[in-house]
């Protein structure tokens, strides 16, 4: 299951840059050819959306983990993987063709599937899910995809947590 949820998440983080082409190409569904072009992009963009649904209901899938230790360090990641995102926008919009673009996408595609932290889905945001680095007393360095607001390391648990490798978990606590 874990390889499973980890495909979702890899896709899910990487699937604007392949909605961004479609749009810029002004691709469109065939059965809704007669609609306007806009409707296609809206269900391009409810793809995504609806696997970020399924990932997160499969997340109870994964195994079972917790960090009941001190942190020494809590930073806020939502905006460190802005530039990467936006680095997937401007390759989507400067891309010429098709085979181009699907080239590009295996390989972002496979690499964010092989990083141990990229699993950065900015749809996980609608949720109500931030994206943490904690550093524990250890000086391990945690990714942490959580619906809590951390503002300091004291008192801080995470004590129903699943794993989706050695270095990113996401909280099941709302």
Known sequence: MNFTFKLFLTF????TMLIVYLIKERY???FLEKFPVWISYIIFLLIPLL?????LWMK??????DINCELLNVEEANNVFL???????????GVESTETIMFVYF?????????QTLYYNPL???????????????????FIISKKEINTTKGIKFPRLRRIN???FIDEEE
Do not use: C, E, H, Q
């Open 51 to 55: 696997l970020t649904i399924i990932s």
């Open 166 to 168: 050695n270095t990113t």
């Open 60 to 65: 109870r899938f994964l195994s079972r983990d």
């Open 28 to 30: 469109y569904l065939l």
């Open 83 to 93: 530039p990467s995102y936006l680095g997937y926008f401007f390759v989507a919009l």
């Open 12 to 15: 899910n983080s990487t699937s």
């Open 107 to 115: 390989i972002v595609f496979i690499f964010t599937y092989l990083s």
């Open 124 to 142: 996980f945001l609608l949720f109500g899910y931030k994206f943490y680095y904690i550093m524990t007393i250890n000086n391990v360095k945690l």
